[in-house]
């Protein structure tokens, strides 16, 4: 949370799963909901609590798209890349949408208010190839699309157009 010393909250959340098997991924979930995103610092504490290996924590988190391990930007545009997004060119979308935003190897803007993140399958394959700008879906996008959702995102991020 904005303005939160960081990691305040975190031995509540644990104390709720201390020494139980099994429970790792509703803990990632618990902690993104609390922090916008499981914070690096949580892997030691995380691992002590559930009695595993720091190594295993940072796999396992890393290895699921759907948690992050920094904090989210302003505006987040979700891609799906899964296979009827991608079978309708989604990765070529995705492509000229970083580039247009000007993103980064990690996936955002140079102010840090936009980032593009990949899904796999966000489950609306009739609408595809399409993204989640902040949650709401853009279906059947077309390289037509790609200017828009960019001016929208940064808009929404309280930018200039992109």
Do not use: K, W
């Amino acid at each position: 949370m904005p303005g939160q010393q960081p990691l305040a909250g975190l031995e509540g959340i644990l104390r709720e799963y201390q020494g139980r098997r099994g429970v790792l991924l509703e803990v990632f979930h618990r902690v993104q909901d609390a922090y916008g995103y499981v914070p690096p610092e949580a892997i030691e504490p995380i691992a002590r609590a559930l009695r595993m290996h720091a190594p295993t924590v940072y796999g396992t988190l890393t290895f699921y798209t759907e948690f992050r391990t920094a904090a989210p930007p302003r505006v987040l545009v979700n891609m799906c890349l899964g296979p009827t997004c991608h079978l309708r060119g989604a990765e070529a979308i995705r492509r000229i949408l970083e580039r247009r935003l000007q993103l980064d190897e990690n996936g955002r803007s140079p102010d840090g208010a936009v980032g593009v993140h990949v899904v796999q399958c966000a489950g609306h394959c009739h609408v595809a190839p399409l993204a989640y700008l902040n949650g709401q879906v853009r279906g059947r996008l077309a390289m037509s699309d790609v200017v828009a959702l960019a001016e929208e995102a940064r808009f929404l991020a309280g930018g200039a157009s992109a």
